[in-house]
């Protein structure tokens, strides 16, 4: 007969793996799944400045591979594939891969995460991978010495522009309106560097390109100012979304609660869903703060809720 996993989780980021750690050292038998990308948004992050026990940054990769490390340690199970549907009506629980595979746990973390969003221009498909990216690490080497704009105005912006002006000729940050939502020491190391510069109050509002051995690529864009409507050409050699994100929330439509936004919603300061012996923690449940190490914060406290709760209900 197929196991029923004390818990599964799905998601391998800070979060799901930091939940993992918790509950299989409680002696759990633990499922994790790590879905499309393993290690989650840290395996597309440069330097992590900010995560405890690391005074000299750590690459986000290399972090991601140290804490999964820790949950293989201690037992957790780590399949390398996707949940594309659950059944959350009974208990066990059921969760259904890509490949119509099911698999069963009393309890139930979810740690899915969030996606980078897109400007959402019909052209943006054309481009993508050919000038447009939403990853300046993964694809920043590709515009040594050209010249690149950023869009976004937040801490995600920023990071990637430092990143990228140390390889492009030239970053512009193009962001719609006058205010930033980065925090002050990004915006003043951005503002500081000389290959970095800003137009403000503007959109990208088409894409422009022309076929290049053999192959559509980006040649600029046509921006606009949205307080005069002016558009301006613009003569770029790659586009760097850094808008924000979109939770992967997807298959839980209809079964867990959501805000607006689509992040889940849990109860108080747990990581208590609407549905008894089901978990929610990380950045698939937290729009405002994001970071890896709260990420990894709400992991522990949902390693601790799917425990108790376990040792309650079991
Ligand atoms: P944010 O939501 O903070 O910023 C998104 C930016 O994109 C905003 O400037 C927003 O403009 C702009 N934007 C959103 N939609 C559009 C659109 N359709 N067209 C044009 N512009 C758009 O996202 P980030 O990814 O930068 O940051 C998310 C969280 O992660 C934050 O809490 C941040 O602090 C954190 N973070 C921390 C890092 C670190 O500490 N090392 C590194 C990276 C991120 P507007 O302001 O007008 O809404």
Same mark, same amino acid.
């Given at each position: 007969?197929?196991?029923?996993?004390?818990?599964?989780?799905?998601?391998?980021?800070? !979060?799901?793996?930091?939940?993992? *750690?918790?509950?299989?050292?409680?002696?759990?038998?633990? %499922? %994790?799944?790590?879905?499309?990308?393993?290690?989650?948004?840290?395996? *597309?992050?440069?330097?992590?400045?900010?995560?405890?026990?690391?005074?000299?940054?750590?690459?986000?990769?290399?972090?991601?591979?140290?804490?999964?490390?820790?949950?293989?340690?201690?037992?957790?199970?780590?399949? &390398? +594939?996707?949940?594309?549907?659950?059944?959350?009506? $009974?208990?066990?629980?059921?969760?259904?891969?890509?490949? =119509?595979?099911?698999?069963?746990?009393?309890?139930?973390?979810?740690?899915?995460?969030?996606?980078?969003?897109? %400007?959402?221009?019909?052209?943006?498909?054309?481009?993508? @991978?050919?000038?447009?990216?939403?990853?300046?690490?993964?694809?920043?080497?590709?515009?040594?010495? $050209?010249?690149?704009? #950023?869009? =976004?105005? @937040?801490? &995600?912006?920023? +990071?990637?522009?430092?990143?990228?002006?140390?390889?492009?000729?030239?970053?512009?940050?193009?962001?719609?309106?006058?205010?930033?939502?980065?925090?002050?020491?990004?915006?003043?190391?951005?503002?500081?560097?000389?290959?970095?510069? /800003?137009?403000?109050?503007?959109?990208?509002?088409?894409?422009? =390109?022309?076929?290049?051995?053999?192959?559509?690529?980006?040649?600029?864009? $046509?921006?606009?100012?949205?307080?005069?409507?002016?558009?301006?050409?613009?003569?770029?050699? @790659?586009?760097?979304?850094?808008?924000?994100?979109?939770?992967?929330?997807?298959? /839980?439509?209809?079964?867990?609660?959501?805000?607006?936004?689509?992040?889940?919603?849990?109860?108080? $300061?747990?990581?208590?869903?609407?549905?008894? @012996? #089901?978990?929610?923690?990380?950045?698939?449940?937290?729009?405002?703060?994001?970071?890896? *190490?709260?990420?990894?914060?709400?992991?522990?406290?949902?390693?601790?809720? !799917?425990?108790?709760?376990?040792?309650?209900?079991?």
């Amino acid at each position: 007969m197929a196991t029923t996993y004390d818990v599964i989780i799905l998601g391998s980021g800070p !979060a799901g793996l930091t939940s993992a *750690i918790y509950t299989s050292r409680a002696n759990l038998n633990v %499922l %994790l799944f790590e879905g499309m990308q393993p290690g989650g948004q840290l395996t *597309i992050t440069n330097d992590v400045e900010n995560f405890p026990s690391h005074p000299d940054g750590i690459a986000g990769p290399v972090l991601m591979d140290e804490i999964k490390k820790q949950a293989l340690k201690f037992g957790t199970t780590i399949l &390398t +594939e996707t949940i594309d549907s659950v059944d959350f009506s $009974k208990r066990p629980f059921t969760v259904i891969n890509q490949d =119509g595979v099911s698999y069963t746990a009393k309890s139930i973390i979810v740690s899915t995460g969030a996606t980078a969003k897109t %400007l959402e221009i019909p052209s943006e498909k054309t481009y993508w @991978g050919a000038g447009i990216s939403s990853c300046a690490t993964c694809d920043g080497f590709f515009y040594r010495n $050209k010249d690149v704009i #950023v869009v =976004g105005a @937040g801490d &995600t912006a920023m +990071e990637d522009s430092l990143y990228l002006a140390n390889l492009a000729k030239s970053v512009t940050i193009v962001h719609r309106r006058q205010g930033f939502r980065a925090s002050k020491i990004m915006i003043d190391r951005a503002k500081a560097h000389p290959k970095i510069s /800003f137009i403000l109050d503007s959109v990208i509002e088409e894409y422009v =390109g022309e076929i290049q051995n053999n192959v559509q690529s980006l040649i600029g864009v $046509k921006l606009k100012n949205v307080l005069t409507g002016e558009i301006t050409d613009k003569t770029i050699d @790659g586009v760097f979304l850094a808008i924000g994100h979109t939770p992967n929330t997807n298959i /839980f439509k209809g079964i867990l609660d959501m805000n607006e936004e689509g992040y889940l919603i849990t109860k108080d $300061k747990s990581s208590y869903t609407n549905i008894e @012996g #089901v978990f929610a923690c990380g950045d698939v449940q937290d729009p405002t703060y994001k970071q890896a *190490i709260s990420a990894a914060g709400s992991g522990c406290i949902a390693g601790i809720d !799917a425990e108790r709760w376990l040792g309650a209900n079991n």
